[in-house]
């Protein structure tokens, strides 16, 4: 599992687990957890999305707010991960 960090003006420096990661009509996607442990059964995963523009030398992933945005997103995962249950 790939370990990224990110940096948020609330908390500094941030560390996540990248679960899986795809493409959705031209915008990257990201979910990650906070923790690493695989056989946590009820791990808390977010969806993040790169609101970078495309010349930028670094992404900028931001919280998947929207509740329909978060929904279809959820479920292109859900397919990708088909051994995981994704709950809202």
Same mark, same amino acid.
């Given at each position: &599992? #790939? $370990?990224?960090?990110?940096?948020?003006?609330?908390? !500094?420096?941030?560390?996540?687990?990248? *679960? @899986? #990661?795809?493409?959705?009509? !031209?915008?990257?996607?990201? &979910?990650?957890?906070? =923790? %690493?442990?695989? !056989?946590?059964? /009820?791990?808390?995963?977010?969806?993040? $999305?790169?609101? =970078?523009?495309?010349?930028?030398?670094?992404?900028?992933? @931001? &919280?998947? /707010? %929207?509740? %329909?945005?978060?929904?279809?997103? =959820? $479920?292109?995962?859900? #397919?990708? *991960?088909?051994?995981?249950?994704?709950? &809202?």
């Amino acid at each position: &599992m #790939e $370990k990224i960090m990110f940096e948020t003006d609330e908390e !500094g420096l941030v560390e996540f687990f990248v *679960l @899986e #990661e795809t493409r959705i009509n !031209g915008i990257n996607y990201l &979910m990650v957890t906070e =923790s %690493d442990d695989d !056989g946590d059964d /009820e791990a808390v995963a977010y969806i993040l $999305k790169d609101t =970078s523009a495309a010349a930028e030398a670094e992404a900028i992933y @931001e &919280m998947v /707010e %929207d509740d %329909d945005e978060l929904e279809y997103v =959820s $479920k292109v995962f859900a #397919e990708l *991960l088909e051994d995981v249950d994704i709950e &809202m």
